[in-house]
């Protein structure tokens, strides 16, 4: 038996995650509540990304991951985010980060997939979006 298989010969796939935080502000125009009104978070995000263990023994480089994710995060960080998503609700947030992170991903030839984005507005609530 390989490092990189069961004892049933089926390859493993592993999740692979990591966590970031970026800051900015928007308003909810569309929400009854206070948040209608401009106000900010310094958000944590957490990306799930799966793919299969290789020869040397990792799925992918944790560097190039966090380069990812960073990559993503970089257009929300300090931004007001109503000029970049019409609607920006943590749902929406989520949206956004799966899409882009699993396009550049991809593009990067990483050998992953983005499973699952969790968006954290707080300490105590955040959204999730799998794949």
Known sequence: MRGNELQSGVRQRFKLGVTARFSAAHRLPRHEGKCKELHGHTYKVEVMFEGEQRENGM????????????????ALDHKYL??????????NIAIFIL??????AKQKRLGVEVVMVRVWEDEDKWVTIKK
Do not use: H, I
């Open 99 to 104: 899409e882009n992170a699993a396009q550049l």
């Open 82 to 91: 109503n000029e970049v998503l019409e609607n920006p609700t943590s749902e």
């Open 59 to 74: 799925v992918a480089d944790f560097s190039q991951l966090k380069s990812v994710v960073r990559g993503v995060l970089d």
